[in-house]
């Protein structure tokens, strides 16, 4: 055990076998992003359920905007929860569980069915919320299987395994259920019925591939004395919001992540919507888009982990919202189809060290104890405005009868949030998370 060690005491630190095991739930549960959340299901949804493509734009961001609610305001009390618990697993499975089944399920819902846009949106919103929350869980696992000087490769580590597990499941879905005249097991392609069925795909993916997370990664006990239930966890809640003011440097990373992320939400809801309706693309190119962002996504997220942990979680998301701003524009006035390839190369290739930065960066202000509490609030940063991004998406793409006017709502939120984060200072974060009281 090295010096850094000490700061996260316990046998399993730092340990490869748990690591990944632990990361391996990314390359699980980003399937459901990529396939159901950007590319296929959503493009899918709007060209095929939709009465058309501008008023299924419109519905999906209400339904990603009502999930970001329900995840914001649930995600800080199951978090206070589990840690008083000691059983961040059983919410882990729980929730994990959840997605899997609605997702599933997504795929009997037939485009010429009653009420088919109503049943498809709800079992998304489910699936959806119960995915998110389910990281509440996830996250909250890495300040402690590793230490801080390497807790920036670590969630690189998560977030390049994830995109590269996005991009294989990609890469199945499209040679054996979307492109070839028979899809594989004889599924039919009556009624889209194979496009569909890449929800069967994503819930077998995900729910093999975290199985390693619950036999290799270890639970910490229930906090003495601390097994109270929904009461218990707000009045904890209650408690770490009445004492914020010790963290101060956690508010105003999260008040930044509050509004950056807003836009990274914005651009993983509509990405393929916008391939496939402002330039026309069909959904086997917007697969390949897809497979051409997490392939750059991947390699960005392994790389950037290295230089997190060299140069700090703030500079390394500074450095990624000037980038993803840059590709954003291009995106928004790109002319041809050609140059919407480059942005979205370019937007995948600092879109996961976005991501993982932010994760890392919360884990080192993290106080001991407080993970899954903590990564709650860090969920609820995620989600309590990320509505706005979506919902002026869908208003300003129906005012103005254009994708273009929506996307470029994403630039004014990196922008801000970018401006926001200038004012954290990551060594005091640090410090006020080591000085936090006991619980």
């Not at 930065?357 to 407080?370: E, N, Y």
Request: hydrophobic share 50%; proline share 4%; net charge positive.
């Amino acid at each position: 055990m090295t010096e850094a060690d000490s700061e996260h005491p316990g046998p399993r630190t730092n340990v490869p076998r748990v690591v990944w095991s632990w990361a391996l739930y990314d390359w699980a549960n980003s399937a459901f992003t990529t396939l159901v959340v950007t590319f296929i299901y959503s493009t899918y949804f709007t060209q095929a359920i939709a009465p058309d493509e501008i008023t299924g734009t419109s519905w999906w961001s209400r339904a990603v905007g009502l999930s970001a609610i329900l995840i914001a305001i649930i995600s800080p009390i199951v978090g206070a929860m589990a840690d008083r618990q000691g059983r961040r697993k059983r919410f882990l499975a729980t929730t994990t569980g959840v997605c899997v089944i609605a997702t599933a399920a997504l795929t009997f819902v037939s485009p010429g069915a009653p009420h088919a846009a109503l049943f498809a949106l709800t079992l998304f919103v489910v699936a959806n919320v119960a995915f998110e929350t389910s990281g509440v869980f996830y996250n909250s696992f890495l300040p402690e299987i590793t230490t801080s000087d390497r807790i920036g490769r670590v969630s690189g580590y998560g977030w390049g395994l994830g995109y590269v597990g996005g991009l294989i499941c990609m890469v199945i879905a499209l040679v054996g259920f979307v492109q070839p005249d028979t899809p594989w097991f004889g599924i039919s392609k009556a009624g889209g019925f194979n496009v569909r069925a890449t929800n069967l795909l994503v819930a077998g993916w995900f729910a093999l591939f975290s199985l390693p997370l619950f036999l290799m990664v270890p639970e910490r006990p229930a906090l003495r004395g601390k097994r109270g239930r929904i009461a218990g966890a707000v009045r904890k809640l209650w408690s770490t919001l009445h004492s914020i003011r010790r963290y101060r440097q956690i508010v105003r990373f999260l008040v930044a992540r509050l509004i950056y992320n807003d836009g990274l939400v914005t651009i993983f809801a509509f990405g393929g919507i916008y391939a496939a309706g402002t330039f026309g693309m069909p959904l086997s190119e917007v697969i390949l888009f897809g497979i051409a962002l997490n392939l750059a996504s991947g390699v960005g997220a392994f790389a950037f982990g290295i230089l997190d942990d060299r140069i700090g979680g703030k500079k390394t998301i500074l450095a990624t919202i000037v980038a993803l701003f840059l590709a954003t524009g291009l995106a928004v006035f790109a002319p041809t189809k050609t140059w919407l390839w480059v942005a979205g190369i370019l937007i995948g290739i600092f879109v996961g060290p976005n991501q993982s930065a932010s994760r890392s960066l919360m884990g080192r202000f993290i106080p001991d104890k407080q993970q899954a509490e903590f990564f709650g609030f860090f969920a609820f940063s995620g989600k309590a405005t990320s509505f706005l991004g979506p919902l002026l998406l869908g208003i300003a793409a129906k005012a103005f009868g254009t994708q273009r006017a929506g996307v470029a709502i994403v630039l004014l939120f990196l922008l801000v949030g970018g401006g926001l984060l200038l004012s954290v200072d990551e060594t005091a974060g640090v410090i006020e998370g080591r000085l936090a009281p006991e619980d």
